[in-house]
């Protein structure tokens, strides 16, 4: 058997031709084998690298032009072949015959010309086509070319890795993040990852520091780890975006409306990149502890094409934060605590909903299998911890979260993206910050925090969750600050206007901002009275409790005032699981409060 190959540019017409008598054989001789390689004449072609002609004499330039010519026809490609096989050509196309019997080396043929001779010498057969022929095929051999290119191209992205962008990658949750995303568990153990360091240069020294680390942890799935400080080529082929808090303020903070302008046109610089270089279908996780509501609304402001789908806002640190507080009082494991609903700013105004909590394999008399669950409410009977020192606590963690080491904030994140990839557990309510489009009433055009599930790939609002007149009136508030800071990033409105109800008025993220160092948790549960916080100021001097009889908050909700800052509305009770002990407990201490205040 013969097997010859012919290989050439794909818009060579002496190759069109070659070819042409080569099929025509191979058709008609049953022991004639052609095997084509084409190359796309960019690749065929080898530029030629510029010299400094001044300093050449010109007998030596005489020489390097000749080689010059040499070379413009000589493809790298080429150039391996022949070394390898010790041959000596310069011009496509070259043909070759494969020695099957006898393996090896193949027999050079030589070009056109000589594949020409060969066939007329010992076939007797012999090609008469022309010259616009021969360029029509060469330019449709090239077009094919061009189309098989793009195939393979298509077929090796289908493998390709994930492509992770990390903005604010100096951040210690992006640290802890990093084996969590390489180490299978949130992608599949058969999805290889490529991560992405975006970062200020000024912290270039230490993004080179966390990519060493990554490289030396060695996992199978991380395909790669690189660093980049330019925007301009930032989320590049961007298959997930993950923003952490990275939004830097000056050492004098402006006001509230000039932190939201800040914001805005940080997050309209990150829009415009995500729309020019991620891919279509690119998801957007917005994390940190300042507007994350915001940011997310700012992102898919600027990036019309992404779908609003695939661009959420993490609420699950302060719904795993509150499971965590729940589960230390009642002495449980926190993965026993279920379907804490977070709803609302997630960095601002929010109210932790209790209404619907479970736990599971909690130590008590009643034992079940491991999907018996109890009413959270139920539970617990010390209504005043749940007014005082629970609602303070979620409170205050913007402020003391600022100095964490990252590790709960890189597991939400993982967590967040293996629901989202591989499903939420079925039956479990997930909080997340979405676009709103009327569920629950909330106005439409707001990201706002609601419950949700995972499945397929995407996310669902769990609409069959039931929520009484006072959540619903809740709701309104909530979305309240929320509008206001969209008008102000949008420039509707020049400032923030308070809600009609004076209980809303005290959102400062300023004083978030200011006194981040001195806040403290009260040092005793006597600071509190009737359920209202008493905060200290900064000279560390008690804030007098006014004399009037506050306002009794609807029932099932408890309005605490915080160190006005980010304000956390926690359901004590709700009407159709309410607790007879807990009332009982409430009925107790209001009791003793008036036997101290006659």
């Not at 015959?97 to 076939?123: I, S, T, V, W």
Request: hydrophobic share 40%; glycine share 6%.
């Amino acid at each position: 058997m013969a097997k010859f190959v012919l290989a050439g540019k794909a818009d060579c017409p002496y190759f069109a031709k070659a070819e042409l008598l080569a099929d025509y054989l191979q058709i008609n001789l049953p022991n004639f084998k052609i095997h084509k390689i084409t190359q796309h004449p960019d690749k065929w072609e080898v530029p030629f690298t510029a010299l400094w002609w001044s300093h050449i004499d010109h007998r030596t330039l005489t020489v390097l032009s000749r080689c010059f010519l040499v070379l413009t026809s000589l493809s790298q490609w080429l150039r391996d072949i022949c070394e390898k096989n010790g041959w000596k050509h310069k011009r496509s196309p070259i043909v070759w015959r494969e020695l099957l019997d006898r393996g090896g080396k193949g027999l050079l043929l030589g070009g056109f010309n000589d594949f020409m001779e060969h066939a007329q010498h010992y076939y007797g057969i012999t090609s008469d086509m022309l010259s616009e022929q021969m360029l029509r095929i060469a330019k449709e051999n090239l077009q094919t070319h061009i189309e098989i290119e793009k195939e393979e191209e298509y077929i090796k992205s289908l493998i390709n890795p994930l492509q992770v962008w990390i903005s604010s990658a100096s951040a210690p949750a992006c640290y802890n993040l990093i084996p969590l995303l390489a180490n299978g568990e949130v992608f599949g153990m058969a999805t290889e990852v490529s991560i992405h360091l975006l970062d200020s240069s000024h912290y270039k020294e230490i993004l080179h520091g966390i990519v060493m680390e990554a490289e030396d942890l060695a996992f199978p799935l991380l395909r790669s780890v690189s660093m980049h400080t330019e925007l301009d080529d930032a989320f590049v082929q961007a298959d997930i975006v993950i923003l952490l808090d990275d939004i830097l303020f000056q050492h004098e903070i402006p006001s509230l409306e000039d932190c939201i302008r800040q914001v805005t046109e940080q997050c309209k610089v990150y829009g415009s990149l995500i729309e020019k270089n991620a891919n279509s279908k690119v998801k957007v996780i917005v994390s940190g502890k300042t507007f994350v509501n915001l940011r997310a609304l700012m992102i898919m402001t600027f990036a019309p094409s992404i779908d609003g789908q695939n661009i959420i806002a993490v609420a699950m640190f302060l719904e795993n934060a509150a499971k965590a507080m729940l589960a230390r009082k009642l002495n449980m494991n926190s993965a026993g605590v279920k379907d804490v609903i977070v709803w609302g700013n997630i960095s601002g105004n929010s109210y932790v909903d209790l209404s619907k909590a479970k736990v599971y394999k909690y130590d008590s008399a009643i034992w079940g299998p491991p999907n018996f669950s109890r009413h959270l409410l139920d539970m617990i009977y010390d209504g005043s911890w749940v007014r005082s020192e629970f609602a303070f606590v979620l409170s205050s963690l913007s402020s003391w979260g600022h100095h964490c080491l990252g590790m709960s904030p890189a597991h939400v994140i993982a967590t967040v993206l293996r629901y989202w990839y591989q499903d939420s557990p079925p039956g479990e309510i997930v909080s997340m910050g979405i676009l709103s489009e009327g569920q629950f009433c909330i106005p439409e055009g707001i990201i706002f925090s609601m419950p949700v599930r995972f499945q397929d790939g995407s996310w669902e609002v769990i609409t069959e969750t039931e929520i009484s007149e006072e959540t619903q009136e809740t709701l309104k508030r909530l979305a309240h600050d929320l509008i206001q800071e969209k008008q102000v990033a949008l420039g509707e409105i020049p400032e923030m206007r308070p809600y009609k109800e004076p209980a809303f008025n005290g959102f400062n993220l300023l004083a978030l901002l200011e006194e981040e160092n001195v806040q403290t948790p009260p040092e005793d549960l006597d600071t509190l009275s009737n359920g209202l916080l008493q905060p200290e100021t900064q000279e560390g001097e008690k804030v007098q409790a006014t004399t009037d009889e506050p306002e009794a908050p609807p029932d099932g909700l408890l309005q605490s005032e915080m160190l006005e800052e980010d304000k956390v509305q926690v359901p004590i009770d709700d009407p159709e699981t309410s607790s007879e002990s807990l009332n009982q407990s409430e009925t107790s201490l209001s009791n003793a409060e008036n036997n101290e205040n006659p």
